[in-house]
C-alpha cells in the first residue's frame, strides 16, 4: 500500500545533542511537510517542499533544518534540542493538482523525548 | 490572519450522534477537512468539503457547512468507542497551507 513511513516512531536525545528524523513516501507526491505537534495541541508547520524548492516558516527556529535529497525522502535535523523541543513530529505529503490538491496525507509521526 | 476555533471536549455514549463544530476566519477558503488523530498517531483524513458546498455526507459522517457564519461541523451519527479520538478541523488558507484548529477530543461512553 501507498503511504509515509516515519522513523523512529520514537526517539530519545540528549539535551544539546544533535537529532535526525526521517520521512520516506510511496505516494510519489511532490510537496512534503514537517510539523511539529505539542501535546493536545494543532500540528504546527515548521516547512515544506515544493519539489526541490524549501520554504521555511517565519516563526520556524534556526534550530530546525531540512533536507530532501530525492523526491521519496525527507530528513528533519534538530542542530541542538532543547527541552522545549520535545513533541510529535509529523510528515506529510500531497500532489499538486488533481481533485483535491491541498488533500495531505500524513505519517504515524515521530516522538521525540529531550532529557 | 486566519484562525480556526474548536471546542476541547466532546463526551457521549456509545449510540448516539456526536456533533462537532468548527469556526474558522478565512473567507477564501476552498477546503475544509476534517482529521481524527488517535492517541500516538498521526492525522487521518476522514473528510473534506468544497467551499460551494453546503452538506457532504459519507456514510456515518455527515459535515455541513454554513459559509456566511463561517460555521463547519461533522455529526458522527451512531458513535461507537472506536470513534474515540481528536477530531481537527482544517482550512486551506493563504499560500494554500493548511490551518488546523485546536482539536476536541471526543470521549465516547459505553
Known amino acids: 500500500d501507498a503511504m509515509v513511513i516515519q522513523n523512529p516512531r520514537y526517539q530519545v536525545t540528549q539535551f544539546g545533542k544533535p537529532v535526525t528524523l526521517s520521512c520516506s513516501q510511496t505516494?510519489?507526491?511532490?510537496?512534503m511537510y514537517w510539523y511539529q505537534q505539542k501535546s493536545s495541541q494543532a500540528p504546527k508547520l515548521l516547512f515544506h517542499y515544493y519539489d526541490k524548492d524549501f520554504n521555511n516558516e517565519a516563526d520556524t527556529p534556526d534550530n530546525f533544518q531540512s533536507r530532501r535529497p530525492n523526491t521519496s525522502f525527507c530528513f528533519l535535523d534538530i542542530r541542538s534540542p532543547g527541552l522545549g523541543d520535545a513533541a510529535m513530529y509529523l510528515c506529510?505529503?500531497?500532489?499538486?493538482?488533481?481533485?483535491?490538491?491541498?488533500?495531505?496525507?500524513f505519517g504515524p509521526g515521530t516522538r521525540l523525548t529531550v532529557t | 490572519g486566519e484562525d480556526v476555533e474548536q471546542s476541547l471536549f466532546l463526551s457521549v455514549r456509545e449510540g448516539d450522534s456526536s456533533v462537532i463544530n468548527c469556526t474558522y476566519t478565512?473567507?477564501?477558503?476552498?477546503?475544509l477537512y476534517w482529521y481524527k488523530q488517535e492517541p500516538g498517531a498521526g492525522l487521518q483524513l476522514l473528510t473534506y468539503i468544497f467551499s460551494n458546498m453546503d452538506m457532504k455526507q459519507d456514510q456515518r459522517l455527515t459535515v455541513l457547512l454554513n459559509k456566511k457564519d463561517k460555521h463547519l461541523s461533522l455529526r458522527i451519527a451512531d458513535t461507537q468507542t472506536g470513534d474515540s479520538a481528536i477530531y481537527f478541523c482544517a482550512e486551506i488558507g493563504a499560500g494554500n497551507m493548511l490551518t488546523f484548529g485546536g482539536g476536541t477530543r471526543l470521549m465516547v461512553k459505553p
Open positions: 506529510a505529503t500531497s500532489r499538486e493538482g488533481g481533485q483535491n490538491p491541498y488533500e495531505q496525507y
Open positions: 505516494l510519489n507526491h511532490n510537496v
Open positions: 478565512d473567507s477564501s477558503s476552498t477546503y
